[in-house]
């Protein structure tokens, strides 16, 4: 026996099931904060199976804003990137359709923006529509095989540089996040930079995960992740479960406090807006536009 275990290795231990081996309590370690909303008030709840890498992970829970969480360590190649590609592909009039949807409710809500920068944009389908609604457009992904597509074949110019909150971008009315933060094991990361040029910029903030569903709570016993639309589908890449609660926990977490939950169709998620009156003016806005060097290279380039 090792007297010299921390604090948080003996809470871990205590909450492990009676017969957990020897294999479990290497892969848990130390319990993890809440990836989600931050609290140190979390659980080991079970093993669960995964469907790319078939083998059996850990998953745990927050007791507080009732995510859940199963760190898959998975990491995608080329050959995985350009089937990604494909994916998008498949879906790009589905999501053509969910785009409008999304852009007409938020005009219900009086968010009618001119510009708009998509973190985790893909092959650029939602940018597209809102190119064609006349707005101005921004889009990051990090999978190159998807930025190249859309440069190519939509004429988008978008950027596969990791973004965060430094990198410059024109002036934008709206960020958003479609369907990224389930894939990372840390989406604070990705969220507390969201939320920081959201601030910095007063722009609007939509985020859209797939919520856990109570209704569907019957597979914690059983976890499916062979089946779409189940709690654990794929999960060595859907590795954050968010709860909506702890969506909107985070938000305040970074800041972004008055988030509320936001129908956006196919796409739902955490809306926050600025409540400050100082919106940035048109005249300005097309000013920073025009001097914006990432456009005016895309523009050159569609051109020549
Ligand atoms: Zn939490």
């Not at 931050?38 to 745990?60: C, D, F, H, K, M």
């Not at 944009?121 to 921004?138: K, S």
């Not at 190249?148 to 960020?175: I, Q, R």
């Not at 597979?219 to 709690?231: K, R």
Request: neutral net charge.
């Amino acid at each position: 026996m090792d007297f010299r275990i921390s604090g948080d290795m003996l809470e871990a231990r205590r909450l492990l099931p009676p017969d957990a081996g020897g294999y479990q309590l290497t892969e848990l370690r130390i319990l993890q904060p809440c990836p989600v909303c931050g609290s140190q008030y979390t659980a080991y709840v079970r093993q669960v199976p995964t469907r790319r890498t078939n083998r059996e992970i850990p998953l745990y829970s927050c007791l507080d804003c009732q995510s859940f969480w199963n760190p898959s360590g998975y990491r995608e190649d080329e050959a995985q990137l350009r089937r990604d590609l494909q994916w998008n592909l498949s879906v790009r009039d589905r999501n053509t359709e969910a785009a409008n949807t999304l852009f007409d409710r938020l005009s219900h809500e009086g968010i009618a923006p001119r510009s708009v920068a998509e973190i985790g944009c893909g092959i650029g389908t939602l940018l597209n529509v809102a190119r064609d609604r006349g707005m101005e457009i921004v889009g990051h992904d990090v999978n190159a095989v998807a930025i190249e597509h859309a440069k190519t074949e939509f004429g988008l110019a978008l950027s596969s540089a990791l973004w965060t909150a430094e990198t410059p971008t024109p002036p934008v009315d709206l960020y958003l996040c479609i369907m990224v933060l389930e894939h990372m094991e840390d989406p604070g990361l990705l969220l507390r930079e969201l939320c920081k040029a959201a601030m910095a910029q007063q722009a609007a903030l939509f985020v859209s995960v797939p919520f856990l569903n109570r209704k569907k709570w019957h597979f914690i016993l059983e976890p499916d992740p062979m089946t779409a639309g189940t709690p654990f589908f794929d999960n060595d890449v859907h590795v954050t479960h968010f709860s909506k609660k702890g969506m909107i926990a985070a938000f305040d977490r970074f800041g972004c406090a008055g988030a509320k939950p936001f129908s956006g169709g196919l796409w739902n998620g955490v809306l926050w807006q600025p409540t400050s009156e100082a919106t940035k003016s048109d005249s300005a806005t097309r000013l920073s536009w025009l001097k914006w060097p990432w456009k005016r290279n895309a523009e050159a380039q569609a051109r020549s």
